[in-house]
């Protein structure tokens, strides 16, 4: 069936450190990919998307990978801050286009920043 | 630019009872999608709905329906409430003819189930 799941439900890191994280994914029909930044009490927040015809997107301090060979996604935050502590999920998104498309997330990863 | 509204922020139920979730989608868009969110979890995907019609739908149980009216807003119900109804739900909404998938999500209700 469809999944899209993370290997590390938390991750902890320094202020200034670059974050890592992952998301695995099984529907190798998924064509386009979105990580979500969601803070407490607070509605998913879009970061980065990225098609499956690219491997690589950069936004500001996020670049997103992608690896379909072995279906994985990627989300790096470079120089991380305070602000960036929040739970974060990979979401696929599939369709034909336009409002056709759903999104099936991830359970998520738990961004701790510590100053 | 206003973004994604929703409303009520928070309700209290009880089993058996029905509810009712409004939500106003961000100025220009016209879908929206209803989502439910567990605590814990990641959100789970419930129907979308355009040109007032549901055009895609989750694995959620016929108790769960919508409506969407003629200014885009969206309205979501849930009837014979069941205690594992207790979650947050969020509406997203997008650009049917857009160049992206792009949703937009807001603050959710959180709804809990006694």
């Known amino acids: 069936g469809e999944s899209v799941g993370l290997h590390l439900p938390t991750l902890s890191v320094q202020e200034g450190d670059n974050s890592i994280i992952n998301c695995a994914y099984s529907n190798s029909a998924s064509d386009y990919f979105i990580w979500y930044k969601q803070e407490s009490g607070k509605g998913p927040q879009f970061i980065i998307d990225i098609r499956s015809n690219m491997d690589k997107r950069q936004g500001q301090r996020v670049t997103v990978l992608l690896n379909k060979t072995v279906k994985h996604l990627s989300l790096q935050i470079a120089a991380t801050q305070p602000g960036d502590s929040a739970v974060y999920f990979c979401?696929?998104?599939?369709?034909?286009?336009?409002?056709?498309?759903?999104?099936?997330f991830g359970k998520g990863t738990l961004l701790t920043v510590n100053p | 630019d206003a973004g994604v509204t929703q409303s009520p922020t928070h309700l209290i139920k009880t089993r058996g009872q029905q509810v009712t979730l409004r939500c106003s989608p961000k100025s220009g868009h016209d879908t929206v999608s209803w989502y439910q969110q567990a605590l814990g979890q990641g959100p789970q995907f419930i129907f979308q709905?355009?040109?007032?019609?549901?055009?895609q739908r989750g694995n959620f149980p016929d108790r769960f329906s919508g409506h969407q009216f003629p200014n885009y807003s969206s309205e979501l119900n849930v009837n014979a409430l069941l205690l594992g109804d207790s979650a947050l739900y969020l509406c997203?909404?997008?650009?049917?003819?857009?160049?992206?998938?792009?949703?937009?999500f807001g603050p959710g209700t959180r709804l809990t189930v006694l």
């Open positions: 997203a909404s997008s650009l049917a003819n857009g160049n992206g998938e792009e949703q937009f």
């Open positions: 979401a696929e998104n599939r369709g034909s286009g336009g409002s056709n498309y759903k999104l099936t």
């Open positions: 709905y355009y040109e007032e019609e549901e055009r």
